[in-house]
Each structure stands twice: as C-alpha cells, then as structure tokens.
C-alpha cells in the first residue's frame, strides 16, 4: 500500500462562522463544489440530517465523476468538519477527508485535506498519476469557489 494527503488552504475574508454552514451541509456544496459541474446529469441523493454528523450524500455520475457516498462523521462548530468520502466508482476507496477552519487576519484559513491509500488497481494507477496532482487543483477551484459562495451568501 501506498498512502497518500492532498492538502490545500486559502484564506476566506469571512469568519469560520459564515464559511462552517456551507461545507457542514452537503446541501450547500452545490454552491462551491469542485465536481458539480463534472457531471450536470449526475444522480444526486441527500439522507441522515441535514447538516452536521449524520448528514449523507450519495453520487452517481458519468465515467468522469463516478460514484460514491460522503457521510459527515465529525462536526466541531465553528472549527472543523470530517467527512468519510467513499468512492465507489471508478476505483473503490475510502478516503478521510477533514476540513479545518482557523481563525486568521483578514478572516478564516480554511484547510481541505484528504488522505488515503492505493491498494489494487488504484496502485498501479498511482505509479503514473500524483494524487497531488490529479486532485490538488479540484481542491484549489473549490476553495476559490467557496469563498465566492460566502460572499454571495454574505449579499
């Protein structure tokens, strides 16, 4: 096995308390997701709570997007979101990813990080392709977008 991290991190000119509700409910993801416009047909089902621990959401797209489920499994208002991301398609995996808000100067330092490890199919994948790479700039997009949606939300 080989394990890996994709870390990212942005500053948002906005407190944790007005960035924390957009990514501790999957509803609001429409808004900022890197991947929502990777599939517009893509099958989407929301179930559990809400918002916050016990909050699910479940995928199925084209070859592109794939399939999985999220499940929000940690939720420390207005600090810090954990989420099991599993992805179903095209490679079976589960990855812990966990959302970090730290107060800064000129707002919020929101850090997106997502570790996992190549088993099977997916290591051989891994000795032609980064995960850094392949990820790192959907995660780049998606905290730019997250800070447009808190501004928008902000309007």
Known sequence: MSPYEVTRSALIP???????PLVNSFH??????PWEAVDPTMDRSYSG???GVGAKYAWNGNRKAGSGTMEIVESDF???ISVRLEF???FKAVNPTTFTLTPADGGTRVTWR???ENKGLGKVFA???NMDKLVGSDFE?????????VKANKA
Do not use: H, Y
């Open 78 to 80: 207005p600090r810090s």
């Open 88 to 90: 179903t398609k095209p």
């Open 14 to 20: 906005a407190p944790a308390e007005a960035v924390f």
């Open 49 to 51: 709570n809400d918002a």
């Open 28 to 33: 609001e993801w429409t808004k900022w997701s």
């Open 114 to 116: 997502m570790t996992g």
């Open 141 to 149: 997009r998606g905290l730019a977008a997250l800070s447009s949606a």
């Open 127 to 129: 000795l032609f392709m």
